[in-house]
């Protein structure tokens, strides 16, 4: 006998003890010894070590974990590694925050050895509290390999990386223009600056007066302060404006130096403006190239806080900002000033704290990175890595196709520091795995090493192979190198998947996996991004243990008023949180939340979050625990061993066993192809749809009523068999529930401890259903029957407890024995009162018909409702949907209304026309059924 669950489903109760039973029986661990099982790897995104979950987390676990328990149960060796990164900057800026607000001291008060040790105990005490976070969705991770970016075996493979690379000259260190942030103090990748287009801004236009006093040449810029940092104007060499003056000098006006007017076809558009260009070699990306080949000064008027230096003259010490509008000033004074325009302008911010950029020149540590590019362009060229969804590759191409070198140092104190020593006697650059102690050139030991650390995304690059132990030749390299799959989301390609394969392919000679499926965005339930400043995050342990509406508003408010909102548009977010979920938000439990999130991750498509909708897979998670319930109740009695004959089963035990069958095919057939979404309907639709709609409700008959023990075994043995695959092909999916019921269930001795272990459900193991496919169709045209009778039911308004006469005219023969066989199913699930089954039907009075594949179904509506009063309902309500159908016609016929209104608004308003269309037919038809 098995156990019995519990009346109603309880998913905090359920979720919160499994997670630690399969952590404790040691089913995550991956054995690097086992050569006899494939290996299947997956390395976690490191995780920030300042970070918490969020909803981007929440739907790479889902992923992610349903991939691995999918592979597990499938019989692969899985290492499934988790691991956090240090986050440089976003780890000291929190720990020099918290120091700050503690002490009143700054890092620098502190000083470098003591302040790390600061952020190395905030480390141990708060950087691994998302580990926890994760457990709670169920991430089945392989905790004994957990990994931190700056522990020892990584920081090993970091310094070794770095040396090989510089040795083989593909690291070097220069003078270069980078991006800056005044407020970090540091250095950035193009990839972490934030691009904002469009933002309202100004052309200011300024006359250079030529040195001889013969004239004007007029410029342009949004960016007045840098002009004090000029040193050449540039025209087109064929512009017959000023083919007269290339060659000449102008005189800077405040600061009183001439250089040169210079022809340049690079960097000049003729058409653009006066068709000349202030050059400012320092803070311009373009005038920087154009900088050296002209071999023009390179003149630096930025501190690193982005005040002005002494280079700006009278300007020094200004805020670059102040200082725009005092260079405006001054040059309005001398009678300079031509003029100003709106100009929508393109800004660079920083990633992390959203000040404005600055170019700036900079001595640095570069990767040259186009001769990583070229072998990691030519394995997705040549299949040896695919990208999912494939419509990455243009992108790919493109970006890598025209890489820049990396600038990999950054001028901060939490990361690994560059293991470069400057000799102070001969100024030689020593490079080291261990410690310097020595110049390597003169011998001399006066050296000092390099004060920046790494960008953290050199150390991120590694990962595939640093967390397997790299460079040593360990057990989990061998083993588990290349990695099976790398699933992430599609912002992070550059930044992370790209150089990875970079790094991946040059040190160990093989890209560092096979497969990239690249998952998009989640989004609020308008599509837009989710944002504090919004006031639209959705907190998945809010989603999971639920969140009361007081609560809610509070977390809401803290959140705006930390980031400075303004009242009134922290009034209008708490507004909106207030009719989006007006008693808060219900506990729906993790299977449920990560069940929607893998439904909704069609590729290359956001996925916008609708917490209603979750609340429906809660329901789902209900249907099963009620479905299973239901089955145990009804498995008294039931022999593990019993092996019924195919004559004894039911044409619904038939027609389950092969929908199990293709059910088993089509989810595995999703998983391979990477149509998680499909998968998962997939396996939705059979459980609900089928077992439970369908076939539990005509078992019932054999289960309660049969007086033949043999229906009522073979009913016992599709139900046990039907529930115990249905699970196994739901557990990737919704593990906790899934976990709770299968273990209830009569299993034979010595099989899987656990669901975790259970083998996944493969067509193989339905062998025996195929032969039942063709009691599909017989089947099809049953459900078409007890469809039909209800459908009526509920178009002509009969309640629904009430039973209804029906007529089933069937001119084949076979399919009217097909109905008599099936009689005690059509009038248990149709609620009949009586059912005639007949070649030819001639009405006598008011019948509802319903029309199915070879039968028509007729409910004898005399008796059953007031034929006078329910033509009168008829007929208002087809006169009001025809009324309604004629406004939307009108607004899709308007040009003006399909070429203006958003893409959404006019789909939805075909679908209306489609609705209301198929509904004037069904009265139409309705009405003319009741004349009789």
Not at 52 to 60: E, K, Y
Not at 78 to 84: E, N, R
Not at 564 to 582: D, S
Not at 706 to 714: D, G, H, I
């Amino acid at each position: 006998m098995s156990e019995q669950l519990e009346k109603g489903y309880d998913p905090a109760a359920v979720e919160a003890k499994w997670y630690k039973i399969w952590e404790e029986a040691g089913y995550f661990r991956a054995d690097e010894n086992d050569k006899t099982r494939p290996a299947y790897c997956l390395v976690y995104p490191p995780t920030n070590v300042t970070g918490t979950l969020h909803m981007g987390h929440a739907l790479t676990v889902a992923i992610q974990d349903m991939i691995m328990r999918w592979r597990r149960m499938a019989g692969d060796n899985v290492l499934w590694l988790p691991g956090t990164d240090h986050a440089g900057i976003a780890t000291q800026m929190v720990v020099e925050r918290d120091l700050k607000i503690k002490e009143g001291k700054t890092r620098h008060e502190l000083g470098r050895e003591e302040f790390l040790k600061r952020v190395w105990k905030w480390k141990s005490e708060k950087g691994d509290r998302i580990y926890e976070q994760l457990k709670v969705l169920g991430a089945s991770l392989d905790w004994t390999r957990s990994r931190f970016t700056m522990d020892e075996s990584c920081s090993r493979a970091v310094l070794e990386a770095f040396v090989r690379l510089y040795r083989e000259r593909l690291i070097y260190r220069a003078d270069r223009l980078i991006n800056w942030c005044p407020r970090c103090h540091t250095a950035l990748s193009d990839l972490e600056v934030e691009h904002q287009e469009g933002v309202a801004g100004e052309l200011w236009s300024f006359a250079y007066p030529l040195a001889d006093g013969s004239g004007e040449i007029v410029v342009a810029t949004t960016r007045p302060e840098t002009m004090l940092g000029d040193s050449a104007v540039a025209v087109h060499p064929e512009d017959p404006r000023y083919l007269n003056q290339i060659g000449r000098n102008v005189r800077h006006p405040l600061l009183n130096y001439e250089f040169p007017i210079i022809a340049d076809a690079e960097l000049v558009d003729p058409e653009f403006g006066t068709g000349a260009v202030k050059v400012t070699p320092a803070h311009d990306p373009n005038d920087f190239e154009t900088g050296l080949r002209h071999n023009l000064k390179f003149i630096n008027i930025l501190n690193p806080d982005a005040t002005l230096n002494e280079n700006a003259g009278r300007f020094a010490g200004l805020d670059r900002f102040a200082a725009r509008q005092a260079v405006k000033e001054a040059i309005a004074e001398l009678g300079l000033d031509r003029g100003r325009q709106d100009y929508q302008m393109n800004i660079g911010a920083c990633q992390r704290c959203n000040t404005i950029v600055e170019p700036y020149i900079s001595k640095q540590w570069f990767v040259k990175a186009e001769p990583l590019a070229r072998p990691a362009i030519e394995a997705v060229e040549s299949g040896k890595t695919a990208l999912v969804p494939k419509s990455w590759d243009k992108t790919y191409f493109e970006w890598m196709r025209n890489i820049r070198d990396w600038c990999i140092s950054r001028q901060l104190w939490w990361g690994h520091r560059i293991p470069a020593w400057y000799c102070d006697d001969c100024g030689h650059v020593t490079v080291a795995r261990d410690g310097a102690t020595t110049c390597e050139k003169c011998g001399g030991a006066a050296i000092h090493q390099d004060e920046d650390v790494l960008d953290t995304w050199f150390s991120s690059a590694l990962w595939p192979f640093s967390t397997l132990g790299w460079p040593e030749e360990t057990k989990d390299l061998q083993r588990f190198y290349p990695n099976t799959i790398m699933e992430t989301g599609f912002d992070i390609i550059f930044f992370w998947v790209a150089r990875m394969m970079m790094m991946g392919i040059h040190f160990l000679k093989q890209p560092p996996f096979s497969t990239v499926y690249l998952h998009a965005m989640v989004r609020d339930h308008e599509g837009r991004k989710m944002s504090k400043s919004l006031g639209n995050v959705i907190d998945p342990l809010d989603i999971i243990y639920g969140i009361g509406r007081e609560e809610l508003l509070a977390k809401r408010k803290s959140d705006a008023q930390s980031l400075g909102i303004q009242p009134k548009q922290v009034e209008a977010i708490l507004k909106a949180t207030q009719k989006l979920f007006p008693d808060g938000i219900p506990a729906s439990g993790a299977d449920a939340l990560r069940f929607f999130l893998i439904s909704m991750v069609g590729q290359g498509r956001d996925i916008k979050l609708d917490a209603r909708r979750i609340e429906g897979y809660r329901f789902f998670a209900n249907k099963i625990w009620n479905a299973s319930r239901f089955a145990m109740m009804n498995l008294d009695g039931y022999d593990l061993s019993c092996s019924p004959a195919p004559e004894d089963y039911s044409l619904a035990d038939r027609w389950i066993l092969s929908r199990l069958r293709k059910a088993a095919i089509a989810v595995n057939e999703g998983m391979s192809e990477w149509r998680f979404d499909q998968a998962a309907m997939g396996v939705y639709h059979f459980f609900w749809n089928e077992f439970c709609d369908w076939y539990i409700e005509l078992a019932k008959s054999a289960l309660y009523k049969s007086e033949n023990p043999k229906a009522k075994a073979a009913a016992q043995h599709v139900l046990a068999r039907v529930l115990d695959a249905a699970l196994r092909l739901l557990h990737p999916f919704m593990p906790f529930v899934t976990e709770e019921i299968w273990r209830k269930l009569p299993r034979a001795a010595g099989g899987a401890a656990s669901i975790m272990i259970a083998p996944y459900p493969a067509p193989g193991e339905f062998a025996d259903a195929a032969a039942y496919e063709s009691d599909e169709l017989p089947m099809t045209r049953l459900q078409d029957v007890i469809r039909a009778a209800r459908n009526i039911r509920g178009e002509c308004g009969i309640e629904p407890g009430r039973k209804i006469p029906i007529v089933v005219q069937a001119p084949d023969a076979a399919l009217r024995a097909l109905f008599e066989a099936q009689r005690p199913a059509i009038v248990e699930l149709a609620r009949l009162s009586e059912l005639s089954i007949v070649e030819t039907f001639h009405k006598t009075g008011p019948a509802a018909k319903g029309v199915v594949t070879g039968a028509e179904v007729f409910v004898l509506l005399a008796g059953l409702i007031d034929i006078e009063e329910e033509k009168k309902r008829a007929a208002q309500q087809l006169a009001k949907t025809t009324k309604e159908l004629a406004v939307s016609e009108s607004r899709l016929a308007s040009e003006g209304f399909v070429a203006r209104a958003p893409a959404d608004v006019v789909a939805t308003e075909r679908e209306r026309v489609r609705d209301l269309s198929e509904k004037k037919e069904k009265l139409s038809r309705h009405l003319a059924e009741l004349e009789g």
